[in-house]
């Protein structure tokens, strides 16, 4: 959930430090390891205007019902482009090299930083959610990034 406030910059050390006690250890648990839960791998190939669908017709989703997230396993994130406001429009790419294995998945990265900039072409991890989107009378589906690691780390 979010909330707005309002701050003196000189006041933000006192604020953090008040919330740290305030929060206690629930504070130290949730700041010592940052953890991303999915709820399952997919196959680019897998990710489909159909599956979107059937995703969809399980919500509504919200706090209580949160939206599927997957991992898409050593994928490529090609075509990055930034925009104002944060947001980054980008393809997220199978790593095959024979055609039939070859696929593309139009994403978008608004909450995490890809951190990857300058090696647009590896092979990486990427978290998300399938999202259908309709613009322009066209359907189709992109790949909201929640967050993207090395293929060769956990």
């Not at 604020?15 to 839960?37: F, I, K, N």
């Not at 989703?61 to 944060?86: D, H, T, Y």
């Amino acid at each position: 959930m979010a909330a707005g406030i309002t701050v003196a910059q000189d006041k933000l050390p006192e604020l953090a430090a008040y919330l740290r006690a305030a929060l206690g250890s629930s504070y130290r648990a949730a700041s010592a390891a940052p953890v991303l839960l999915v709820d399952g791998a997919l196959n680019l190939k897998a990710a489909t205007l159909e599956l979107a669908e059937q995703l969809e017709s399980a919500g509504p989703f919200g706090q209580g019902n949160p939206a599927p997230r997957f991992c898409l396993p050593s994928v490529r994130l090609i075509m990055m482009k930034e925009f104002a406001g944060g947001q980054s429009a980008l393809c997220v790419a199978s790593n095959g090299w024979e055609p039939d294995q070859r696929r593309r998945l139009p994403g978008r990265e608004i909450r995490a930083w890809c951190g990857l900039e300058s090696g647009r072409d590896l092979a990486c991890h990427v978290a998300g959610r399938i999202e259908r989107d309709e613009w322009g009378g066209r359907n189709r589906i992109e790949f909201q990034i929640e967050d993207v690691a090395p293929a060769g780390k956990r």
